[in-house]
T-cell receptor, first 109, second 116 residues
């Protein structure tokens, strides 16, 4: 079957670094996305990986290992506004998006 | 540039009534998706359209139907509403064809449906 696994909840301290992991199993692979979603709001696109390696975008970076079916989102210099759910989604060869249940990130002062 | 526009933003209906949600995708995007998100849940994929043809179907109940029109806007029709249909309904659009971009989804702000 196809599925995405990511932790349900994580807690981190303002100013610190946090890594949110995601493992996936899909029928073929056509890219992995990370989205941020604040409660009651629409998900917003953060990053996309289709090749192995690290993609850096300011305070956020995303890593992909296709052989391991593994990705992580790295958030640096955490700010209170980073408190949100982070959704991992893998696209299969039919261009279907398989969504994880999201990781709720709680930032403490 | 304008993002994905959804209407209405809020809708209150009684059980067994019908509701229609509208979505206007980003200009030149070729794919539209509908998602349902209950409180504390991840988005559940309902249905998608590529170039006005249904391209994929997820966990959409038989009571629901959707279509995409010639101007690319899409409507989600929900009939015989049940209490469990109360949720946030997101529409998203993307550009899948062509080499530019990665086909990421751009979400509208959602339509909150409350069924009493």
């Amino acid at each position: 079957g196809q599925n995405i696994d990511q932790p349900t909840e994580m807690t981190a301290t303002e100013g610190a670094i946090v890594q949110i992991n995601c493992t996936y199993q899909t029928s073929g692979f056509n890219g992995l996305f990370w989205y941020q979603q604040h409660a009651g709001e629409a998900p917003t696109f953060l990053s996309y990986n289709v090749l192995d390696g690290l993609e850096e975008k300011g305070r956020f970076s995303s890593f992909l290992s296709r052989s391991k079916g593994y990705s992580y989102l790295l958030l640096k210099e955490l700010q209170m506004k980073d408190s949100a759910s982070y959704l991992c989604a893998a696209r299969n060869s039919n261009y279907q998006l398989i969504w994880g249940a999201g990781t709720k990130l709680i930032i403490k002062p | 540039a304008a993002g994905v526009i959804q209407s209405p933003r809020h809708l209150i209906k009684e059980k067994r009534e019908t509701a229609t949600l509208k979505c206007y995708p980003i200009s030149r995007h070729d794919t539209v998706y509908w998602y349902q998100q209950g409180p504390g849940q991840d988005p559940q994929f309902l249905i998608s359209f590529y170039e006005k043809m249904q391209s994929d179907k997820g966990s959409i109940p038989d009571r629901f139907s959707a279509q995409q029109f010639s101007d690319y806007h899409s409507e989600l029709n929900m009939s015989s509403l049940e209490l469990g249909d109360s949720a946030l309904y997101f529409c998203a659009s993307s550009l899948l064809s062509g080499l530019a971009g990665m086909g990421e989804l751009f979400f509208g702000e959602g339509s909150r449906l409350t069924v009493l």
